[in-house]
């Protein structure tokens, strides 16, 4: 495949030559019932291109893009990074009117969409302002709108200079959202061919076992740096996805009976919910090690894979300002480790160091106490970051997450962790799960509040029970203020509760407390 855009960076010349090797060979893409071919990614990507020179983009190659977990969605991915243009993702999860404030406040010049979320209102919007419009069909892409080009209107755009190097911005992917609105995390080029890179080397480990690998089953949002992560090494070495739009317990568990896969990608809430059913083991008879991470995993359902079922979890440590993981357990780590440090995230991955500060005076704290979590990592840059996240990391490395600092309740005196109340409510045998929230009290200045989910088929325990259950299992000032139950916790794409969306659900709920 050849493409007339020209491609400088390392990033685009590696995924290019794997793309030209790959399209020779057979399935890229499982897909509800469809396989997806090689070829059909590589004369996708062609066609994008040949829509993408109606436009100039002016002094940014940046390009929006409402991101599905498609086949075709991911090809159009692979194919802006082929052609060193920049892929700047919008939330396909959100309202018609929000979508198209994002477009106008970041002035950009061309819009790539499935069928599906092109409306009236969109298309009419991308004309008003001059955009170009490409619409993802099921089998490729095609032209919705071409603007009238005007060489006397400057074109008003925001981002980053056309790619020079290999530092130049590769995507801008979306933060989850758990506590806010999500926030653009500007990637390099050479940040996603060092991760892609990792990824390489750990899908390899893992599979090492496999006499032939199974495709790279996948269940993770491609509009931020989790479903990003899934797929570029996909292309990077030629190995078939099976997608899954988001998680199905049916549909998950019929793709690991097709395809046996030795390792499995698994967010915890899915975890939890593979546990509830007790699945007889034979379904997991494939799995040698899960790998998850992203959002905080119940040491409970933890020990049920490992103790239960006999199967290493992986739980790992990224963030999109990494461009991905930085702390992973090796295959020798987890057979010698995994019982003794079970809920660490593993160690800190090549070019990573890590450390823990008091998040007050910026102090560096010993081995073992909790504090802010800052990492340099070297594909990102020279400089210590600090996170806003609670870790500790013990005496022979293994860092363990504590909690987003953001979170933390300040009741009194006291600093409470919702990650760690909300845990011992899930051990309450009539529930399904649990998420707790500091709301403000005058006097204290924070109380925790529960939401709970309730098991099928339990009756709902009363306050009285809830709390004299809290007292055998947390100290005084952990206890809840007030329990509320819901049918289910309101969680963002990737699986996490989604902060934003309790805080507004507890607001309306708590105006009169049970």
Not at 231 to 236: F, G, I, K, V
Not at 316 to 341: D, H, N, P, Q, R
């Amino acid at each position: 495949m050849k493409l007339t855009h020209n491609a400088s960076s390392a990033l685009a010349t590696s995924l290019g030559n794997a793309l030209a090797q790959c399209a020779t060979s057979d399935t890229a893409f499982y897909f509800k019932d469809r396989e997806y071919r090689w070829q059909d990614v590589s004369n996708t990507i062609s066609i994008l291109d040949q829509l993408l020179r109606k436009q100039p983009l002016g002094d940014s190659p940046r390009v929006a893009f409402i991101a599905r977990s498609r086949p075709m969605h991911i090809s159009c991915l692979w194919g802006l990074l082929i052609s060193d243009r920049c892929a700047s993702m919008i939330h396909c999860y959100q309202s018609t009117a929000k979508i198209i404030n994002d477009i106008r406040k970041e002035g950009y010049r061309a819009l790539i969409a499935d069928q599906q979320d092109w409306n009236e209102d969109l298309l009419a919007a991308v004309q008003d302002m001059g955009c170009l419009g490409i619409a993802i069909t099921e089998h490729s892409v095609e032209l919705l709108h071409c603007p009238e080009q005007d060489a006397a209107k400057p074109a008003d755009v925001k981002g980053s200079k056309a790619p020079q190097d290999d530092f130049a911005t590769a995507i801008e992917t979306l933060s989850s959202g758990t506590t806010g609105a999500p926030k653009r995390i500007q990637l390099s080029r050479r940040n996603l061919a060092a991760s892609t890179e990792a990824a390489k080397q750990a899908l390899t480990q893992m599979n090492a076992s496999a006499s032939q690998p199974a495709p790279i089953i996948s269940v993770l949002p491609l509009s931020n740096i989790s479903g990003v992560y899934a797929s570029t090494p996909a292309l990077a070495m030629g190995m078939p996805m099976a997608i899954l739009e988001k998680f199905q317990l049916d549909d998950w568990l019929a793709i690991v009976q097709r395809f046996k896969p030795v390792a499995a990608d698994i967010p915890p809430a899915a975890m939890a919910a593979l546990r509830q059913p007790q699945l007889p083991k034979e379904v997991f008879s494939s799995i040698k090690v899960i790998r998850t991470g992203a959002a905080p995993l119940d040491r409970e359902v933890q020990a049920y894979f490992q103790n239960e079922l006999g199967i290493p979890v992986n739980l790992s440590y990224g963030a999109s300002e990494f461009c991905g993981v930085i702390t992973s357990w090796s295959m020798a780590e987890l057979a010698e480790y995994s019982a003794s440090k079970m809920g660490s995230c593993g160690r800190a991955l090549p070019g990573v160091e890590l450390r823990i500060s008091d998040p007050d005076t910026g102090t560096v704290l010993a081995a073992n106490a909790v504090g802010r979590l800052e990492a340099k990592v070297n594909r990102v840059g020279p400089d210590w970051i600090a996170t806003s996240d609670q870790a500790r990391i013990d005496e022979d490395g293994f860092m363990w997450f504590e909690g987003r600092l953001e979170e933390t309740i300040f009741r009194g005196g006291f600093k409470l962790s919702p990650l760690l109340i909300a845990e011992q409510f899930r051990r309450h045998p009539a529930l399904a799960d649990a998420a707790v929230i500091g709301v403000d009290e005058p006097r204290l200045g924070q109380i925790p509040v529960a939401v709970l989910v309730l098991k099928a088929g339990h009756s709902q325990p009363d306050n009285d029970e809830l709390n004299r259950f809290a007292r055998d299992h947390l100290s005084a000032p952990e206890i809840p203020s007030a329990y509320y139950f819901v049918d289910e916790l309101p969680r963002t794409a990737s699986y996490k509760i989604s902060l934003l969306e309790l805080k507004n659900l507890i607001s309306e709920l708590h105006k009169t407390p049970k």
